[in-house]
T-cell receptor
Framework: SAVISQKPSRDICQRGTSLTIQCQVD?????MFWYRQQPGQSLTLIAT?????????ESGFVIDKFPISRPNLTFSTLTVSNMSPEDSSIYLC?????????????FGQGTRLTVV | SQKIEQNSEALNIQEGKTATLTCNYT??????LQWYRQDPGRGPVFLLL?????KEKRKERLKVTFDTTLKQSLFHITASQPADSATYLC?????????????FGAGTQVVVTP
């Protein structure tokens, strides 16, 4: 299993500013994943963060808007840059743990971002 | 692109009954399919995984089936309890090369009344 601490849990930000979200895992993991959940919507994968290399972004997401750091095997940050009200969402980090019988994802509690 | 559909309407069910949720997908079958539970203000919590070569999995009061012909998974909560009230998400991993990259359905809210 994995325990993920994510902070802040929520924030209200002014448009045009940036917010950095932190994600700490209690064990070393190769990949960490960042998702966005817009109001009433499903979770959408933003990017995959590997330690020691550039993050891999999904279609529709770019590094300039969502820069990611992965300085070690237990920590990652996601920055939401130059925010607009459309960026108001819940942002979640995730790791995958593979067992003998199961592969499951563990999620942080999420960061609820409101841009005004 | 691949699409995943879950019932958008909330499922209201009486305590003790069985709740059945549907997850439909398009195009080719995923390598594996997972079901998660999400409570308000929380991240999803893993419940069950089923692989493309498996027909059924069970865990306590939960059962998931996988029909690659129908391109559908069914998720059952038997003997439902008010504590089962939550949103249930299906998530697909399309290939074994994409470990950890989950594509989620929008989720179905379940409300269990005493």
């Amino acid at each position: 299993s994995a325990v993920i601490s994510q902070k802040p849990s929520r924030d209200i930000c002014q448009r045009g500013t940036s917010l950095t979200i932190q994600c700490q895992v209690d064990s070393q993991v190769t990949m960490m994943f960042w998702y966005r959940q817009q109001p009433g919507q499903s979770l959408t994968l933003i990017a995959t963060a590997n330690q020691g290399s550039e993050a891999t972004y999904e279609s529709g997401f770019v590094i300039d808007k969502f820069p990611i750091s992965r300085p070690n095997l237990t920590f990652s940050t996601l920055t939401v840059s130059n925010m607009s009200p459309e960026d108001s969402s819940i942002y979640l980090c995730s790791v995958e743990v593979r067992g003998h019988m199961n592969t499951e994802a563990f999620f942080g509690q999420g960061t609820r971002l409101t841009v005004v | 692109s691949q699409k995943i559909e879950q019932n958008s309407e909330a499922l209201n069910i009486q305590e003790g009954k069985t709740a059945t949720l549907t997850c439909n997908y398009t195009n080719y079958s995923p390598a594996y399919l997972q079901w998660y539970r999400q409570d308000p203000g929380r991240g999803p919590v893993f419940l069950l995984l089923i692989r493309e070569n498996e027909k059924e999995k069970r865990k306590e009061r939960l059962k998931v089936t996988f029909d690659t012909t129908l391109k559908q998974s069914l998720f059952h909560i038997t003997a439902s309890q008010p504590a089962d009230s939550a949103t249930y998400l299906c998530a697909l991993v399309w290939t074994t090369d994409s470990w950890g990259k989950l594509q989620f359905g929008a989720g179905t809210q379940v409300v269990v009344t005493p």
